[in-house]
């Protein structure tokens, strides 16, 4: 598993992190799963690009939550993108395989480590953190699934198994640092699985078929 260091603070940051790391991957079809606002449509310069998702952003409607099959046919698109999706819903596993159905060569997923936003706030004993807690009106956007960045990881590699893919590559997700703070960091907490847990933001993989 590879580590990288970068910070999401805008919308454009995790598609230009996406293009700039997977770029020939989004040369060809591509199918970007919950795209919102469908920025990723600015980095697909060569290939063709479909965002589904029920916002009006979107080139399909299509409400993930609401279940049911995607209304596209077996491997129609070289690579389908779901960043940061499958936390919001009830249904996570049926849209991953979903996902899987529908594409002919690679899939990007990444998920988010909850357990790095929850950390300062329950040492603390006070405050909260994004896309949880108990907000008085009912939410436009929260998480559904609460996990670490290992159980984030043994679900890919779960997923990948059971759907016949190759996990090609797997990159751990954390905010740039000093370096003497990571060093005293992997101090106090030598596991790796430990120190992931508690400051990777994200995990991000990619995998293809098993030609």
Known sequence: MRREFVRFRERTDRPRWVSATYGPLL???VLDVGCDEAVLRDFVTRGSYVGIDRTRWADLHHDLQAGGPFPFEDEVFDTVVCTDVLEHLDNLHEVFGECVRVARRSLLISLPNCWSVARVPLRRGYGSFTHYG??????????????????????????????????????SLEKPRPVWLRALRRVRYPRVERYLNLYSHTLVAHLERDR
């Not at 590699?157 to 090609?168: D, F, I, K, P, S």
């Open 27 to 29: 040369e060809g079809s």
């Open 134 to 171: 108990l907000p008085v009106d009912p939410p436009a956007d929260r998480h559904r699934w609460f996990f670490s960045h290992v159980e984030a990881r043994r679900f890919l590699e779960e997923m990948a198994r059971r759907h016949g893919l190759v996990l090609r590559d797997l990159v």
